[in-house]
């Protein structure tokens, strides 16, 4: 009965380096969101795929970041050239279907120094 | 009009009291409807889905009003454990998921 297992939990990257973020949906679960979240303001949607498939990117910016769910593995966000705006928590969620609710992953916090 | 709009708050509430608050949503086409808790530094968990009838799970009272393009969170008899962000999240037809900025609540012992 494991959950949306996220990992790492932190992790500290200095400016100009490479940020792989990962997450490993529900079992059964093939509909994986990411969202980011500053201090103090809401969570943000990013990205939201389905298996080997982008379904709506529209919350990525357009440079720097991607995002990738494969047939086999986790989801991967992944940010490139990392900059101190970058920092933030990146929550990973999946769920089963449209319409259906999301249960989300502890997290991932990332610092860029 | 934002997507989804929560009253930020915070909404500082005795213990025992009983607290509502609103959350707008702009889009007519909005399908699914949750309620989901965050507490400080944690990720959000799931509290309720909220049906057009209104539903209701132990103290918690969740309402649409589709008409209004509103749903409300009521918490009767509140605990200093209900101390937390509330989110409002509504899923579009087009697979949307969106979360509004929550609404924090502090119950005051």
């Known amino acids: 009965n494991a959950g949306v297992m996220q990992n790492p939990r932190h992790l500290v990257r200095r400016r100009g380096q490479e940020a792989r973020l990962r997450c490993s949906p529900m079992?059964?679960?093939?509909?994986v969101y990411w969202y980011r979240q500053l201090p103090e303001e809401g969570l943000k949607f990013m990205v939201y795929?389905?298996?080997?498939?982008?379904?709506?990117e529209s919350g990525m910016p357009k440079e720097r970041f991607s995002a990738e769910f494969p047939k086999e593995g986790p989801s991967i966000l992944r940010i490139q050239q990392v900059v101190r705006g970058d920092s933030a928590a990146y929550f990973c969620?999946?769920?089963?279907?449209?319409?259906?609710?999301?249960?989300f992953g502890s997290g991932t916090q990332l610092s860029v120094l | 009009r934002k997507e989804v709009e929560q009253d930020p708050g915070p909404f500082n509430v005795p213990e025992g009291a009983t607290v509502a608050f609103n959350c707008t949503y702009s889009?007519?086409?909005?399908?699914?409807f949750f309620w989901y808790r965050q507490d400080c530094r944690k990720e959000p968990k799931l509290l309720m889905s909220?049906?057009?009838s209104g539903n209701e799970d132990g103290r918690f009272t969740a309402q649409l009003n589709r008409a209004s393009q509103y749903i409300s969170l009521l918490i009767r008899d509140s605990k200093l454990s209900d101390s937390a962000t509330y989110l409002c999240?509504?899923?579009?037809?087009?697979?949307?998921?969106?979360f509004g900025k929550g609404t924090r609540l502090h119950i005051l012992p």
């Open positions: 969620a999946s769920s089963g279907g449209r319409d259906e609710k999301l249960f």
């Open positions: 889009n007519s086409a909005s399908q699914s």
């Open positions: 999240v509504v899923n579009s037809r087009d697979d949307k998921i969106i």
């Open positions: 795929l389905q298996k080997e498939n982008i379904i709506d």
């Open positions: 909220v049906y057009s």
């Open positions: 079992k059964g679960h093939s509909h």
